[in-house]
């Protein structure tokens, strides 16, 4: 089955320092991917969709230039938490979706990265 | 505007038991219909999904769901939990002329005891 991994599993860093998370899909081609934002007991937050090769589409409410994304290739897309706070301290996860262009196509989840901002 | 409702933050049932999962959606337009299972620590796992054709769809583990039109809702069942079933169900909704963007529920946490 279609594999999405995640690096690093756990961090913790300190306030005004910047953190970037993996997102890569093992054994197929994403053209898209998403990042979302899960908070203790509730559900996924979507914050941004990357498309590979052009500008990430942010969710409102999203600071882009606090979340910085990059789709560098068909199997990698970046997050970077610039000049983290403790507020920004939670799960982070991402999910590719095979690029057939089918709207119908199956998210896949990466296994998540918890970060710790101290 | 797209939104999931899964109206039961917690579901409880005996093992050997059938179980339920309740959700219930809202789209402008048709509906692709998800769900997912959270453990621990974990991302997501898909289990199913409903794009066309057959109500009843079966998934990973011997989970089902039924698309009902009419009440737009999608509830996951399966007929004998198990205790290794215990877990966080997310219920999904993608609108089918609106990309990928896809809306979660709020998530249902299902005990199941031995």
């Known amino acids: 089955g279609a594999v999405v991994s995640q690096h690093p599993s756990r961090v913790i860093c300190k306030s005004g320092t910047s953190v970037k998370i993996e997102c890569r899909s093992l054994d197929f081609q994403a053209t898209t991917m998403f990042w979302y934002r899960q908070f203790p007991k509730q559900s996924l937050m979507l914050m941004a969709t990357?498309?590979?090769?052009?500008?990430?589409?942010?969710e409102q409410g999203v600071e882009k230039d606090k979340f910085l994304i990059n789709h560098a290739s068909l199997t990698l897309s970046t997050l970077t938490v610039t000049s983290a706070h403790p507020e920004d301290s939670s799960f982070y996860i991402c999910?590719?979706?095979?690029?057939?262009?089918?709207?119908?196509?199956?998210?896949?989840f990466g296994p998540g990265t918890r970060l710790l901002v101290l | 505007a797209q939104s999931v409702a899964q109206p039961e933050d917690q579901v409880n049932v005996a093992e050997g038991n059938p179980l339920t999962v309740k959700c219930t959606y809202s789209v402008s337009g048709n509906p692709y219909l998800f769900w997912y299972v959270q453990y621990p620590n974990r991302g997501l796992q898909f289990l199913l999904k409903y794009i066309t054709g057959d109500n009843l769809v079966k998934g990973s583990y011997g989970f089902e769901a039924e698309f009902n039109k009419s009440q737009t809702s999608f509830h996951l069942k399966k007929p004998s939990a198990l205790v290794s079933d215990s877990a966080l169900y997310f219920c999904a909704v993608r609108d089918k002329a609106g990309g990928f963007k896809t809306i979660f529920g709020a998530g249902t946490r299902l005990f199941v005891k031995a």
């Open positions: 990357s498309n590979e090769g052009s500008k990430a589409t942010y």
């Open positions: 999910s590719a979706t095979p690029g057939s262009g089918d709207s119908g196509e199956t998210q896949y």
